[in-house]
């Protein structure tokens, strides 16, 4: 194996650099992956900027990315049953390289039919959602409200409440042009917030009673009408801000509804809770890449990030990650 790698750099400018560093080895615990394709995320820019020594960032400098998809090329002590070769993805610091290491625990398998062009955009976005659910304590047979269910991440929302048996899910959209995309990929019902009252939708859609578990991904006001919308002993998850942060919120609909709300975020989860997580969504999801919801089409779980074009600065990445 060659001892230098291509890799984009944060930390030497307004953009990342293409610079050969060396190969890492795994420590225990770490495999380390040949990668074949890395999917950036709404946090590799601000990361990119607040680093950038140009306009006053810190000049720390790192290997950019956290989204990848190769196989396993090499094991170190204590790996777990990963074996070289094996296909994976993941999300894992410094993955905008042709190599990285990550630790055992938080690799996923990859489907051969996957490629790894698509599989690099999913890992995030399974994690997070799966996660959410689970910090929720969702169980089969409860309703599932998704806000900005049209986002790369809230469609992969809708379709793995589906597959772990949601009984009713309720997608939000901003216009009607998607409502049948939303239908496709699970959702019982589709409400358009430019058009209807999110709160008496999602009321008058489950008799008056509210949903069980929101997965919200717009927060501001947004937020604050899931509440009402929520079923007794309910719980409200936010998981974007595309609203904004702030949210005036009625401690009413709160209290008297026994609900319990929280922030998934998955880079401040405990390490043992990130393991179970990706052990458990691993288990869980990754098939339904290979069969798809129903067990018998080809179809992969849906998500739109891989049809976005590259955001300011990140076309380098897109010609590295296709030559890896």
């Not at 398998?109 to 995030?124: D, S, Y």
Request: aromatic share 4%; proline share 6%; charged share 20%.
């Amino acid at each position: 194996m060659t001892e230098t790698m291509r890799a984009l750099v944060s930390g030497r400018g307004p953009e990342w650099v293409l610079a050969d560093v060396p190969v890492p080895q795994p420590a225990p615990g770490q495999v380390l992956i040949r990668n074949r394709a890395s999917a950036t995320n709404n946090a590799d820019l601000p990361m990119l900027a607040e680093a950038d020594p140009s306009s006053g960032g810190s000049g720390e400098q790192f290997i950019a990315g956290f989204e990848y998809a190769g196989e396993v090329d090499a094991l170190g002590a204590d790996a777990g049953a990963w074996q070289v070769g094996d296909l994976v993805m993941g999300t894992f610091p410094s993955a905008f390289a042709e190599y990285v290491v990550a630790d055992h625990r938080f690799v996923l398998p990859r489907p051969a039919r996957l490629a790894p062009e698509v599989a690099c955009a999913l890992p995030t976005a399974l994690l997070t959602e799966f996660g959410a659910l689970r910090v929720a304590g969702f169980e089969a047979g409860q309703s599932v409200l998704v806000t900005g269910a049209t986002t790369g991440i809230g469609l992969i929302g809708v379709q793995i409440a589906k597959a772990v048996g949601a009984s009713r899910i309720i997608a939000t959209t901003r216009g009607g042009a998607k409502k049948e995309l939303l239908v496709g990929v699970g959702a019982d019902v589709v409400m358009v917030t430019d058009e209807e009252d999110l709160t008496e939708a999602v009321l008058a859609a489950t008799d008056g009673k509210g949903v069980d578990v929101v997965l919200d991904h717009v927060a501001g006001e947004t937020f604050a009408q899931c509440l009402p919308a929520t079923a007794e002993d309910g719980h409200v998850v936010n998981i974007g801000r595309l609203a904004g942060p702030a949210s005036t919120i009625d401690l009413d609909a709160l209290s008297y509804r026994h609900l319990t709300c929280m922030v998934c975020r998955s880079a401040s989860r405990a390490t043992g809770r990130r393991c179970r997580s990706s052990r458990d969504c691993g288990r869980t999801c990754c098939p339904l890449l290979s069969v798809g919801r129903s067990g018998q089409s080809s179809t992969p779980l849906s998500t739109s990030r891989t049809s976005r074009r590259p955001p300011t600065g990140s076309a380098p990445a897109t010609r590295w990650a296709r030559s890896c």
